[in-house]
Every structure is written in C-alpha cells, then in structure tokens.
C-alpha cells in the first residue's frame, strides 16, 4: 500500500512540475550549445534589469563617464525582445513538439521575434524624426511583430488572450461592418500598426512599462528569496507554530501560503511549492482529498492579494489609478488581512465538525498562561526593534549627512552576521518528504532562528517603500541587492561559524545558487512580459476606436442603471476572462473597459466610488477565477497533489473563497474597509469590526458557528455581518444624513456651515462624448467670512435663470473644476450634511442579537451529543 502511494506521488509531483513549467516558466529544457545560450538570455535578461533599476547607469565613472542609459521606451523595447525571445525557445509550439531540443523553426521565429520587439530600439531616432510617417520598413516589421507576439501568446498563455487581442484587432480594421449599435469609422493598417507597434499606445503603453520597471524586479527578488531557503523556512516556521492546533496542518498551510505568497506571484506555483508539503499533511489529520486541495488553493491564491507584493496588477494599479504603490498597498492591506484571518477560521470550523487533533510537538505544551506571556514579550521586543530602528535611523541622517547610506548599510551587515551567527548554533532546516509520516513537529524555537536573516531583505523592502518613499522599481533593486549578498554569503558564513573546513565550496555553491535564481526569475518573468505586451493591442483598440464609451453605453443598459448589477456584470465578465487570461491580463482588459464606467453609474446612483476601490474589485475577481471551476488551473494544481477530483477541489475551494468573493462588494460601498479617509484610532476600530463581521459571515456560510446552524441562524449571521460591515446603510434609514436646499438658496445656507463641509451637487450636463446625464458631485466648501466668500473659495459661480439654477463659472484648477463641474451645467439640487447619530450605535443592537444567537447555540451544543454534531455535519 505505501509502495503504491509513493509511486503515486512521485507521478503527481512530475505532472505539478511538468504543469508550473508550462504555466510559468517554459516546457522546454534544451540540451547542449541550445541550452546554454537559453540559460544565459534569461541570465543576460536579470542583468540587464538590475543595471537599469540601479544607479550605476547614472554614474560618472572614470574615463568613460556615465553610459548605460535607457528611455522608457527603449526599455520596454529592450524587455519585449527579451521575453519575445525566450518565449519561443523556451515554450515549446505543440504538445508534440520536441523538448530538449529547438526546432529550427522556433530559431527563426525568435531571432525574427526579438528584431521586432526590439525594433523602437534599434531605430529609436529614425522613428523620432517621423513619428506618425511609418514607411514600408515600418509597417512589414511591425505586422510581422504583432503576429509574432500573437503567437507568443499563444505558447505562454494558451489561446485565449490571443483571441481576445485578435477580435480586438479585427474590431478595430472592420469598425464600418460591425453592428451599428458598436459600429466605428475603422481604421487602416498603416494607422492600426503604427498606433499599436510604433508609438506608446498600444504594444509598448503603459502596461509593458510597469512590467519593464516595477513588476521584473519583484519576480526577480522572490526568485532568489525562495533560491535562498526562505520558501522552505517559512512553511516550516508555520508548522512549529500552529501545527499543534485543531486543524493545525490546514492553519499551518493557510500562513504558509500567504507567507509565500510574499514571494511568489503565481497561484499555481504557490500551489505546487506549499501544497506538496501541506496537502498530505492536512489528509493526515482528517481533512478529505478535495477540502485539504481546497483549502490549499483558497490560500494560495489570496497570496496575490497579500501586500507589500501584490503581483503585476498592483504596480498598473500605480499608473491607472495616479496614486503611489504605498497608497495602493495601504488600501489593500485591511480586505487581505481579514481574507486570511477568515480562511483561518473557515479550517478552525471544519476541524470543529469533524473533531480532528493537532500534531503533538516535539517538546511539552507549556501552560497557555506562559504562552500568552511568550507572545506579548514577542511583540514587546519587536515593537522596541522596530522604535529603535526607526528613530535610530532618523538620528543618523542628520548626523552623518551624505555617509548616512554608508553607516546604514553596515549597521545592516553588523545585523546580518549576527543573524548568521544565531543561526549557525541550531541545524538547517532539511526539506521534509511529505510523504514521510510525520510524529512531531519541529521545534518552535530552532526553526525560527535558522532563518530570520531572510527577514532582512523583506524589512529593506518594507522600509525603502513605506519609510524613505523610493519608487517600488528601487526599492525592490534594494532589497534584492541584499538578496543577492545574502543567497552568496551565508553558507560560507555558517560554515565559517560552525567550524568547518569547506567554505570555498560553500561560497561556490552559492555563486551557483545565485546564477539559478537570475535564470529562474527572468523564465518566472516570460508569461508576464507576454501578456502585459498582448494586453497592450486589447488597450491601444480601446484608445483607437473608442469601444470604450460604447460598451459602457451597452452595460448601462444591461445594467438598467443599476449600480449593484452593474457590479454583478463585472465580477462575471472577471470570472469569465479569468479562466482563460492571466490575472494581469484580466485586470488590465476589465479595468481599463468597465472601471470609468463604474465610477460614472456611481455618480449617477448618488455613491462617489474611488477609482482604486473599482480597480481593486476587478482585481479580486480576476483572483477568483484561479479557483473558479471548470477552468481554474490551481485547483488542478491541488488536485494532481492530493489525488482529490479537481472540479469539486474547484466548487470546495470556491467555497471557502466566497469571503474573498464578498468583501468587492462591501468595499465599494463603505470604503473605511480601504483604510480612505480614516484615522488611525478609526482604523483600528474598522479593524477589529471587520474581522469579527468576516468571521461571522464565514460562520454562516460555512453552516457551523458553534454548533451546527439552522437555516435562520445562518440568515440571521448574513444580517449580522452586514450590519457590522455596513452600519451607516441602516442609520441613513433611521436619520437623513443630508438636508435638501434649493440652489438659490445655498449661498444663505453657506452662512450656517463651517468650512471644509461637504456637499452633494446633483448635476444635469453632458458626458464626454455629448451624452444627457445626470449625476452626483461632491465639494468642499471652502473659507471664508460669509457665505459668499465660501463658495467664491471653490471656483464656483451659479446664476439662475429662466426658473434654473445653471453654471456660470468654473476657476480654472479649483475645488469645483476637479470636482468635475463645467459650465453651462444645471444644477437641478443641493444637499448639505446635517446633525445624524453616530452610525456605530448600530452595533449595539448587532451584538445584542449576537449575543442571543450565542446563547441559543451553546445551548443546543450542550443537549447534543458531540457524536451527534458531527456526525450532522
């Protein structure tokens, strides 16, 4: 029987990594010269990266000054080629097709693939000086480009983005034959290849650039962390700590997976690198093969969700939405974190149901009272660290000056050996066999120290975005710098510690290790560079044809002017371009089509809706699709792990993701859970309400709070969480929270409000392209003596005429302006706050009900066998 099993899983684990190779990082792993030179263009590629997103180009050196300089565009070039290049020897073109060896063909096809990507490039001041003059050299190359990039799509990504992208650009070549209600005036060949190859709008837009600057360099560093140990470390260090737990292997790999989730940004490859040790883990204790997949891809896949590295989407988000990478993180941070603490619970809850046992530990339980002290000494000597670091660098700044980088980064070196040092007194952690039985869990205390100088690089990370403010290309150039010394230095180094004689070979082996980890971040990086490239034709059609406005015209009317079923359509069409597109694919078709037309069916619903709040929700649901049936790939990856049936891994998984699913919704209508516009005291509060709200709302979808629910339990846990996620919805109903005023009279009214008062302007004008609509504005009123100095502060002047209140000036860059008033727009009413209960009174109530519901289930738990509970379950 175990023979059998073994042999099993050493075919499951050929297929997962057979099925990472093709998703991630090529099929094809040529042998000989062929090898070689495929090895050294992903080398050559991480180089080349790391030299432009660091500050060496920049610098004057000796004789020869400074050189090495790139424009954007030569680099998005330069990367295309790159990932052009790459695509066609390292993804074979048919299942048939030979794997250690490359076709003659795909030579052809990458050289000729390479020339075009790089074309701007090479010929960057002849195009210059014609820009919007292709002639016939222009346009072969180009088209021969476009079909070439297609194709690499095709072998990367699969089919789907490729069709995608060429009903795009038969879209916008057949505009005049389209239906009339999505007809266009088209355009030819020579414009559609010239806006999508040989300008920024289309190929080479915005996308491509975030990929070239930003996302690189993320890939780039998780792949050494994980080269390094760090994905072994923190699965192990999950382990020891929670594995001792109900349910311990399932909560283990739940923070396991969000911890690699850190450096890893594919879902299946989070799958396949923490389920292999998880998955059989979690059969282990009693989970069955399709929950302990389900719970593994629900965790993985939220990985991409966990800042500070959230995947490609995030850094676009950075570019569509104008806002910085900390901003971006920082509204993320709230909805990830109570995601996670929800799918915690969501195994608590099944470990409930069928009574499982953690795994015993290595050592005696110590009393929970000890524990609790452990963990609050934890945390008070972290917080010391983190308050010493902090203000011990902002001393060093001013007292050093221009050697403040230098003393810094030695500090930093003194920090490192020292973890070294700690970490050379316990064993390394050895990579487990999940298929070995495992009697106890490691030691808490010897696992976390053989890995904490792996922190070191997440903090300079962490530090350089949120602290110093670097941009996230050279913040992330930092932290892999000390990757790079940390992945060459610390065998030698515990060597060195330890006493033993062979620290060249350790300082050999890690040169090596380092020379795999470029290699594998720039193959890790050949999906994504091809896909943001495709994305790009989808975008540049958009910006050519202007389908944009159309399809919004359409949705409206799908919609019927709805701004939840408008929401419902866009979770939809996510879902349904996620089972074939890669999630940045996904979020830059969806976001770049639907987000403005959210944010404007808001407007015209009364609910002002932050274009990061949209994007975030396109972004969520592009997530989803990874674990959606039929088509979602990590739940595939899970069940070749588990031996499970994927489709119900897929239902199961979608499942324990519904948390996932609803939290878009909710963060669209109370964006306190996006961390806008609170205070930090609020911010705790949101917190804490929050996650009781989200694990309420798991409670009740799961059928299981502390006993087994009822049908109205579960309903009464659904209006709970809303309750606590959404209170204002119910005091907006007990209490206006706005007082109508006639716009004659709102300069009299302006008397009696302070400034800073918000107001809503419902506003009948015209849309972008002339369209009647009516919709929302809110603006500040601004200081002032009077009423009427107030409103002057805001740009805005009003004249009513003919029994209408119109626009009759809008200051040039004022409140009103950005608001978005125009002239000539009527103002048809004006709402001002007034005097409403605090929207938290809500809770009393809420818990109150809660309260009761407790008391109902604690006491049927205690009149039901506990054989019984389970057993119903």
């Known amino acids: 029987m175990t023979n059998t099993h073994n042999s099993q899983a050493e075919v499951d684990e050929q297929e997962l990594q057979d099925m990472v190779a093709a998703t991630d990082t090529g099929a094809r792993i040529p042998e000989g010269w062929q090898g070689k030179i495929l090895l050294a263009a992903a080398l050559l590629w991480s180089l080349f990266q790391l030299w432009i997103a660091s500050p060496l180009p920049f610098y004057d050196w000796p004789i020869i000054g400074s050189f090495g300089i790139f424009n954007d565009t030569e680099v998005r070039a330069i990367h295309l080629g790159f990932a052009t290049f790459l695509a066609f020897t390292a993804y074979p073109a048919l299942a048939r097709s030979p794997r250690h060896h490359i076709p003659a063909t795909d030579i052809a096809l990458c050289l000729l693939g390479a020339f075009s990507a790089s074309y701007i490039f090479l010929f960057y001041e002849q195009l210059v000086s014609r820009t919007g003059l292709p002639n016939s050299q222009d346009l072969i190359v180009s088209v021969v480009g476009i079909l070439l990039l297609l194709e690499a799509a095709r072998r990367t990504l699969g089919p789907p983005l490729m069709i995608v992208a060429i009903v795009f650009l038969t879209y916008s070549l057949a505009g005049p034959y389209m239906p009339e209600i999505i007809a266009h005036k088209g355009v030819t060949l020579k414009e559609l290849v010239n806006h999508q190859w040989l300008t920024t709008e289309g190929v080479f837009g915005i996308a491509l650039g975030v990929s070239s600057n930003f996302v690189f360099l993320f890939v780039l560093f998780g792949a050494l962390l994980d080269k390094a140990g760090a994905g072994n470390y923190f699965i192990q260090v999950a382990f020891s700590l929670l594995g001792h737990m109900r349910g311990g292997p399932a909560k283990a790999a739940v923070v396991s997976s969000g911890l690699t989730g850190l450096i890893s940004g594919s879902s299946i490859a989070n799958v396949v690198t923490t389920g292999t040790f998880t998955i059989p883990m979690m059969k282990r204790v009693g989970f069955s093969s399709e929950k302990a997949g389900a719970v593994e891809v629900a965790s993985s896949v939220n990985g991409q969700i966990m800042p500070p590295v959230m995947g490609a989407a995030a850094f676009l988000m950075v570019e569509y939405v104008g806002i910085s990478y900390v901003e971006v993180i920082t509204h993320a941070f709230l909805p990830a974190l109570i995601s996670y603490i929800a799918l915690v619970y969501i195994v608590h809850l099944e470990a409930l149901k069928l009574d499982m046992q953690g795994l ?375 209490v206006d929270p706005y007082q109508q005023v006639a716009p004659t009279e709102l300069v009299q009214m302006a008397d009696n409000l302070d400034p800073g008062t918000v107001m809503n302007f419902w506003i009948d004008g015209e849309d972008d392209v002339g369209n009647q609509r009516s919709f929302l504005v809110k603006l500040e009123l601004g200081e002032g003596v009077t009423g009427a100095d107030r409103m002057a502060e805001t740009g805005l002047e009003l004249l009513t005429t003919g029994g209408k209140t119109m626009i009759d000036f809008v200051g040039f860059d004022s409140p009103a302006e950005k608001a978005g008033l125009a002239f000539d727009q009527v103002v048809v009413g004006v709402e001002v706050p007034q005097a409403q209960p605090a929207k938290q009174l809500i809770y009393i109530p809420t818990f109150m009900l809660l309260g009761l519901l407790v008391m109902l289930q604690r006491r049927r738990r205690k009149s039901t066998p506990a054989k019984a509970q389970t057993a119903a379950c």
């Open 360 to 734: 015993p530990r290595r050592s005696a339980v110590k009393p929970w009272q000890m524990r609790i002290i452990g963990m609050l000494t934890g945390f008070l000597v972290t917080a010391a660290i983190a308050a010493g670091v902090y203000f011990g660098i902002g001393w060093i700044k001013p007292v050093f000056g221009t050697y403040a980088g230098m003393v810094i980064a030695a500090l930093l070196g003194v920090v490192y050996l020292y973890l070294i040092r700690f970490a050379a007194k316990v064993p390394d952690l050895a990579l487990d066999d999940p298929n070995a039985p495992m009697l106890q869990l490691p030691e808490v205390g010897p696992t976390v120290k053989s890995g904490l100088h792996f922190l070191l690089p997440v903090v300079v990370l962490v530090w350089c975005l949120m602290i110093e403010r670097l941009s996230p290309g050279l913040s992330a150039f930092w932290a892999t710098v000390l990757m790079i010394i940390i992945l060459v230095t610390q065998r030698p180094l515990l060597a060195f510690f330890r006493g033993h004689s062979d620290i060249a070979a350790r300082l050999r082996q890690g040169a090596n290790e380092l020379v795999d980890g470029l290699i594998v971040g720039a193959r890790n990086m050949i999906g994504i560079g091809i896909a943001t490239a495709t994305a790009g034709i989808i975008v540049g059609a958009v910006s050519q044809t202007g389908v944009g406005s159309v399809l919004a015209d359409l949705v409206e009317i799908l919609s019927m002017g709805n701004l939840l079923l408008m929401l419902m359509l866009t979770a939809v069409l996510s879902l349904i371009l996620g089972m074939g597109l890669p999630t940045t694919a996904n979020y830059i078709v969806v976001s770049s089509l639907l987000a403005p037309v959210v944010v404007s069916l808001g407007q015209e619903s009364g609910l002002i809706v932050p274009l990061i709040a949209v994007h975030l929700f396109v972004f969520y649901f592009g997530i989803m699709a990874d674990v959606t049936p039929p088509v979602g790939l990590a739940s595939f990856a899970a069940a070749a792990v588990s031996g499970g049936d994927p489709i119900r891994t897929g239902f199961v998984a979608f499942a324990y993701s519904l948390r996932t699913a609803a939290l878009p919704f909710l963060f669209i209508f109370n964006t306190d859970l996006l961390l806008i516009g609170v205070t930090w005291l609020e911010g705790i509060q949101v917190f804490i309400i929050a996650t009781i709200a989200i694990l309420i709302f798991t409670a009740a979808t799961q059928g299981f709070f502390i006993t087994r629910n009822r049908w109205y339990e579960s309903a009464v846990m659904l209006l709970i969480a809303f309750s606590l996620f959404r209170p204002g919805f119910w005091m907006d109903r007990i």
